[in-house]
């Protein structure tokens, strides 16, 4: 199976000059944490909600609001270009690692499309359950956490999302994109002053994604594919028969199944 067949070819991109309120927007618009930045018709970058929190939440971008900045300014220059030829299980190895996943499709030096885990979804098949792949030892915050210790979290152990538990059930979700979004608020609603202490002090309750779709361990891969391409999420967590958490699955445990059913 080649690259071309499975390529998203309508792809959302910014110029490197527009301002990142603009890339924000699209974003929540087109409910997507990942836009290839532009330059002369050429790829220069790509803007995640990661590389966002991180110009939002940095002591020396405090005081400057979104519509000031860039998309040059925010973009990760280091991304691995791919060929519509090349073959899909050529790129397995680099989607199924945590991190930039966003694979750009170059075709005569120019964009042509981009592969995520999303597009790869649809090709996890098989009857194993989730049970068998699942993440046992799942990072999670409570809604009372401070949102700058859950960041520390997500990027210390370079995963995206987080369950957040209350009495041991899960009650939302939280990943860069809510926390970019929330930072973003804080610089356009308070003054220099007062932006270093609303951003320490904001609680994941108050920026967190519910509710959170859950499941049990006894579906199949095949069955949580579905369960995320239909509500377009990441990954879900796991429950027992009283509703506590016990896993988590993520896009990145189907698809590291790809390398053995393609």
Known sequence: MKIKE?????VITVSKNDDLKYVMDLMEKHNISKIPVMDDGKLVGIVTDTTIADKLGSMKNRGVPASRMHASTVMDKNFEAIYPEMDVKEILQTVGKPGLTMLPVIGNDMLVGVVTKA??????????????IMTTNVYHVRPDDRVIHARRILFDNDI?????????????MLS???ISFAFSDIKKSYSLGQQNHHIRELLVKDVMKTPAIVSDGDITVEE???IMMENEIGCIPIVNKDEKIEGIVTR???????TDIL
């Open 176 to 178: 860069d994109k809510e």
């Open 160 to 172: 995206a999302r987080l369950p957040v538990v209350e009495d041991g059930k899960v009650v939302g």
């Open 252 to 258: 990145t445990d189907l698809v590291r199944l790809l």
């Open 6 to 10: 499975i390529m998203t070819k309508e």
């Open 224 to 226: 949580a594919a579905k």
């Open 119 to 132: 597009d790869l979804l649809p090709f996890v098949k098989g009857n194993k359950k989730v049970r068998e």
